[in-house]
T-cell receptor, first 114, second 113 residues
């Protein structure tokens, strides 16, 4: 059963702590994305990657970091530099072939600050 | 830079009412257009998309959208809504020379039984 998995479903962060959100896909997609969803603001792009070992900043990359060591995996780290991390985080993937080109989304991780 | 606006933050309708959700985008070139839906507690999923050809596209669950290039619009319609259509709806655009999708702020639809 193909799809995108994100874990954990809920994550709590303490002050000064880095936390990592997992995203795995078995759709054989080249491109992967991280979005942040806040009420009334839609989805804002944090980082994206089109190929292994390469990634680009999105609109709101400050305070976040990513890695893409495997095609299937695109973990997001929320660092202590991100001053307002409470949000719903969505991972997505898509084929690079634009004719196929919709995004598929994971179930999301809700990050809360203690 | 590309941007997407959605006219309504929250729409409340009774069952069987007709629905139209507005979406406008700013981008000078050729675009791909999408509507996504997020049902309560579920993944964001694709409702319909426009790449080229007939500007009236049909999606799942009786939804359709019309691309009007002169108005930079891609409004979503459904002739008769059901309680199960209660969800948040997002319009998205991707320029033909980029890989990134730009999403609108979303419209929350509440359908009263």
């Amino acid at each position: 059963d193909g799809g995108i998995t994100q874990s954990p479903k809920y994550l709590f962060r303490k002050e000064g702590q880095n936390v990592t959100l997992s995203c795995e896909q078995n759709l054989n997609h080249d491109a992967m994305y991280w979005y942040r969803q806040d009420p009334g603001q839609g989805l804002r792009l944090i980082y994206y990657s089109q190929i292994v070992n390469d990634f680009q900043k999105g609109d709101i990359a400050e305070g976040y970091s990513v890695s893409r060591e495997k095609k299937e995996s695109f973990p997001l780290t929320v660092t202590s530099a991100q001053k307002n991390p409470t949000a719903f985080y969505l991972c997505a993937s898509s084929p690079l072939d634009r004719s196929q080109g919709t995004q598929y989304f994971g179930p999301g991780t809700r990050l809360l600050v203690l | 830079a590309q941007s997407v606006s959605q006219h309504n933050h929250h729409v409340i309708l009774s069952e069987a009412a007709s629905l139209e959700l507005g979406c406008n985008y700013s981008y000078g070139g050729t675009v791909n257009l999408f509507w996504y839906v997020q049902y309560p507690g579920q993944h964001l999923q694709l409702l319909l998309k426009y790449f080229s050809g007939d500007p009236l596209v049909k999606g799942i669950k009786g939804f359709e959208a019309e691309f009007i290039k002169s108005k930079f619009s891609f409004n979503l319609r459904k002739p008769s809504v059901q309680w199960s259509d209660t969800a948040e709806y997002f319009c998205a655009v991707r320029g033909n020379y980029g890989q990134n999708f730009v999403f609108g702020p979303g419209t929350r639809l509440s359908v009263l039984p």
